[in-house]
Nanobody, 122 residues
Framework: QVQLVESGGGLVQAGGSLRLSCAVS????????RGWYRQRQVPGAQREMV?????????RYSDAVKGRSTISRDYREKTVSLEMKSLTPEDSAVYYC??????????????WGQGTQVTVSS
């Protein structure tokens, strides 16, 4: 079982920056990918990928945050972090930490944290 606990959300002014962290308790599980998703609190909003980092170190970012965000991991501390700058009200959302865990040959399972609220004021 993998447990993920996010921290670092809160209220930020537009143009500011923030750093989200996720403590990962992997219990020896093999994690293929770690990442951050978000879900805006507007009707019909889907959970969307923000940034992910593969076990190889390769990273992917959504077009919405590319160039102003950095995802990183610390194996010793077992954390995955997301730094975002030049925030706008459109970045306001609940941010979720996620891990893709290999559970069997060719099979994986997604684990999610509880989420942390980020609100960007204009």
């Amino acid at each position: 079982q993998v447990q993920l606990v996010e921290s670092g959300g809160g209220l930020v002014q537009a143009g500011g920056s923030l750093r989200l962290s996720c403590a990962v308790s992997d219990n020896g599980a093999r994690i293929l990918e770690r990442g951050w998703y978000r879900q805006r609190q507007v009707p019909g909003a889907q959970r969307e990928m923000v940034a992910v980092i593969h076990s190889s170190g390769a990273t992917r970012y959504s077009d919405a945050v590319k160039g102003r965000s950095t995802i990183s991991r610390d194996y010793r501390e077992k954390t995955v972090s997301l730094e975002m700058k030049s925030l706008t009200p459109e970045d306001s959302a609940v941010y979720y930490c996620t891990a893709v865990v290999i559970v069997d040959i060719g099979k994986s399972r997604d684990f999610w944290g509880q989420g942390t609220q980020v609100t960007v004021s204009s």
